[in-house]
């Protein structure tokens, strides 16, 4: 089955305590996105890359890293989290930039305390 | 930049038709998503249009109007679980074509 696939699905943690969270996806796609969903907000991106090893700021970077070593996993780094990262996270796939269609994660929660 | 308008809540009852519109300011874009996406979950791809007109999919379509900056989703003979939010997205232009989200509707259908 085709899929996007991210861990942890819940998270609280501490402020400060760095974590990762996984997405791997299982499509061949080259283009992968990380993204914030906050009330009012929509989706604004994070990181994305267009290929192993080459990866970009999206609007939204600050406090975040990303690395992409194998085409498949694109994980996201929080080195030193804060409150203001308490939010639902999605990793996203796709074939072509932006789409044609992009293939989602479940999403992760975190709260950062 | 780009700015994306939609209503925030609508409410309509089952088995009627309804029509959420997003609205949008932008020096260009290559098309128009729209995704649904229930409460909790992941947003999941319902209609792309590239060209001005109206694009049917079963019980969606999708209208885009690049020269008024407007866009439709219509949901014909709603169902209980058509109950969500429904995302417009622009994708842009440039080396990425990264998509650009609007703060999405969230419809609630009732018997």
């Known amino acids: 089955e085709a899929q996007v696939t991210q861990n942890p699905r819940y998270l609280i943690t501490v402020t400060g305590k760095k974590l990762t969270v996984t997405c791997s996806q299982n499509m061949n796609h080259e283009y992968m996105s990380w993204y914030r969903q906050d009330p009012g907000l929509g989706l604004r991106q994070i990181y994305y890359s267009m290929n192993v090893e080459v990866t970009d700021k999206g609007d939204v970077p600050e406090g975040y890293k990303v690395s992409r070593k194998e085409k498949r996993n694109f994980p996201l780094i929080l080195e030193s989290p804060s409150p203001n990262q308490t939010s639902l996270y999605f990793c996203?796939?796709?074939?072509?930039?932006?789409?044609?269609?992009?293939?989602f994660g479940p999403g992760t929660r975190l709260t950062v305390t | 930049g780009q700015n994306i308008d939609q209503p925030t809540e609508m409410t309509a009852t089952e088995g009627a038709i309804v029509q959420i519109n997003c609205t949008y300011q932008?020096?260009?874009?290559?098309?128009l998503f729209w995704y649904q996406q229930h409460a909790g979950e992941a947003p999941t791809f319902l209609s792309y249009?590239?060209?001005?007109g109206l694009e049917e999919k079963g019980r969606f379509s999708s209208f885009l109007s690049r020269s008024k900056g407007y866009s439709y989703l219509l949901l014909k003979e709603l169902q209980m679980k058509d109950s969500a939010s429904y995302l417009c997205a622009l994708r842009g232009t440039g080396g990425y074509n990264k998509l650009i989200f609007g703060a999405g509707t969230r419809l609630a259908v009732h018997p």
């Open positions: 249009n590239v060209l001005d």
């Open positions: 932008t020096s260009g874009f290559n098309g």
């Open positions: 996203a796939s796709s074939t072509t930039p932006g789409g044609s269609e992009q293939y």
